[in-house]
C-alpha cells in the first residue's frame, strides 16, 4: 500500500538550495576569471596556440 513520505522542511530545501547556488556562482567566477586572463594574455595555467593559422 502507498504510504505518503514526509514533507521536507522548508529550512532543509532553503539550505540544499542555498548550496547548489553557492557551487555554481564560485564555477561561474572561475570560469570568467579564465576567460579575462585569457583576453589579457596573462594566463598561465590554459595552454592554447595564439595564431588562427594553428588550427587549419
Not at 522542511?9 to 539550505?15: A, P
Not at 548550496?19 to 570560469?31: C, D, E, G, Q, T
Not at 592554447?48 to 587549419?56: A, Q, S
Amino acid at each position: 500500500m502507498a504510504v505518503p513520505k514526509k514533507r521536507t522542511s522548508k529550512s532543509k530545501s532553503k539550505s540544499r538550495k542555498s548550496v547548489w547556488m553557492n557551487k555554481a556562482f564560485s564555477v561561474s567566477n572561475k570560469s570568467l576569471s579564465l576567460a579575462k586572463s585569457l583576453i589579457t594574455g596573462k594566463s598561465t595555467s590554459f595552454i592554447y596556440p595564439k595564431m588562427l593559422d594553428d588550427y587549419t
